[in-house]
């Protein structure tokens, strides 16, 4: 039997080794039709659509490298007495989380590289972060079907906010101690469950000794591995639903155009990677990021200027300083306002920008899917709404850093904390403001350079003295592109009576969506875009203008 | 005749004529806001009883005599006087009234102090204030705790026993002359010219902020550099 076996393969003869892994493979996994599927999945080019790969780079640097560093983390308080290389703190007590983090810095092999590629990569990853969201929201790449993909992305945010800060906090030291602090003040500030909160998660009184490895399996496994989910589904979901493009010629909703995965995204994005941790790398190796030997090991009755959070926090760092310290006394009990408020504004402030999608997708009541990305300055008030809310975060991180204002620009930092009180008001209406006009003069612009083509700086003196400037038409295709954009009316409330002349009850919600959407469409928000036959009228008018 | 007498007699007149010169140079810089005699006006404080190591931490480090008494505080800047005509000068303040004397230096050098120890004081007394090493920090309305970098042991010194400024007085009595000495090894160990740091540039010391902007602006800015330039690069139809 198996005789006969061996001579019938023979005679077909040997495939190639590759081949022959492949067939195995797709024997148990039944990767052939998967690969088959999507190996020639088309990837739109812009550098924009690569920033979402660099918070995936990023995410993987951390986590090989956060890898590294568990194999000699302690995460103990225990106390115990320094006797490392880093002589400034020879016979400190201090934990052991603390002592093993100097351990790592400076008597493991290539530690404090791994340490800083670790901390620039998370500073790089959330930042990156931030600019893909914005990417995504001012192009208007949250809209159907993508909307829970934006939700992902938003929960990758948070989450990784909340990461960041677990793992800052893990080495025990004066700074990130501190800013352990500032949460367990930041809890206690909620009524009547703060103080129970801050005794489950702290063990009892702050600092106690459970919170470092409590953070710790936080850090490691609970956070990180939420994310890891997270990011797969955000993934397949981009997958599914293809990538958006710009719109442009042979664009359409139903096409993507652009490069096939393989080989030219995989060989893109294999490069890219590479290129990722190259520059993080770098960074790491020439520039030192959280030096706990100089800051020191934390205890509850030292404090330092100038301790800020990492810069993921630092816009609630800001909400904290720049806040008012009111509050309230109620029978024998206090609600500190001075905190609490930041606390929730917090809050209000990361979910304004989250639940966004949904507020315009009712205005606009459109439920058809959108793969053509829009540019900003056709989305006057979406775009508005976004520097607003890029305002109001930025005024944050500069109250959360006042005191380095005022050091470094010879400013009283009661005057730079008075400028943010009243930009954290007025900043965001001047930005919606400015924001709106800017795109609709864009708008016009557009519209001009269709109707009466590019400046081309060549100036014409007619026979009889008059100078013209000479405009040359545009292309075709880049009229179209111009002009590709789609512009929504303002919804109506309709006839307030049904045919019968039976007065018709209408909803409040009814009526606060009719005035969003005038104030989204109406006639000061956006410039109607030019028309064929306002072209046509334009240039068949023999050159005068 | 009176040779032992003599010798004090000459030694009290020394002592005498350097008042006389001291007081010669305090009319000239100091008394248009501290009082011809010291008193102190509504333009200075008095200086009866701040003592010699208070005129030599603020003359030496250029602080007195203050260009204006407006403005928050006093910057440090260069000093014009010679250590003679500083001696003089505190030789005078100091016979107003009894205070700290100027340290001599073994009671300033760092020599064999225990940095850790310093490091711990520091920490302790000095980094709400100043940093965590030294970087200087904000106070209320303008004011400012300065950079203790590149700052004399000496003048560190005088600086915790008279407390100049916004700072408050370390006298011998709250911070031992050894404690002293710890803080200044610190200080010198981690926020001097022979600093090391072994993660390589220390962006200002300044923790998470001056981080967060480098992270900003040299690493999401390169990488947004780099995507461009891959996104630049396509594989298209060879041109030709």
Redesign the interface.
Known sequence: MSTSETTESRSRGKAPAGERVADWADGRLGIYSLAKANMRKIFP???????G??CLYSFIIIILTGVYLTLFFHPSMNEVEYHGSY??????LMSEAFSSTLHI??DVRGG?LIR?IHH?AA??FL??MF?HMMRVFFTGAFRKPREINWLFGFLLFVLGMFTGFTGYSLPDD??SGTGVRFTEGAILSMPIVGTYISFFLFGGEFPGVDFVARFYSIHILLLPGIMLGLVVAHLILVFYHKHTQFAGPGKTNKNVVG?PLLP?YMA?AG??FF??FG??AV?A???????VW???PY?P???????????YM?FAEGLVRYMPGWEINLWGHTLVLGVFIPLVLFGVVLAAIAVYPFIESWVTGDKREHHILDRPRNAPTRTAFGVAWITVYMVGLVG?????W??HF??????VTWFVRISFFAGPVLAFIITKRICLGLQRRDKDKVLHGRESGIIKRLPHGEFIEIHEPLSQDAMYTLTAHEQYKPAEIGPTVDENGVERKVKASEKLRAKLSKSYYGPDSQIPKPTVDEYKEITSGHGHH | MFAPADKAQAEESAQSLTIEEGKKLYTVGCASCHGTDGQGTSDGPSLVGVGAAAVDFQVSTGRMPAATSQGAQVPKKKNIYSQAEIDQLAAFIASLGAGPNVPTKDQYDPEGADIAKGGELFRNNCAQCHNFTGKGGALTKGKYAPSLEGVEPKHIYEAMLTGPQNMPSFPDTTMSEQNKKDIIAYLHAVNSDETENPGGLELGGLGPVSEGLFAWIFGLGALIAVAIWVAARTAKARKS
Do not use: C, Y
Request: aromatic fraction near 8%; proline fraction near 4%.
């Open positions: 080019d812009h550098w924009s659509f690569m920033l790969e660099v002589v400034p703190l020879q016979g400190q810095s400076f404090l800083q620039w500073l790089i930042a990156g600019v004066l700074l490069m030219v893109k490069g890219f290129l990722v520059v993080i960074i190796a020439i520039a030192q990021i959280n030096p100089a800051i020191g205890r009755d030292m404090v330092s200027t100038g301790a800020q959070p990492d810069w630092g959360g850093g006042n005191d380095l005022a050091t010879h400013l009283s930092i009661n005057a």
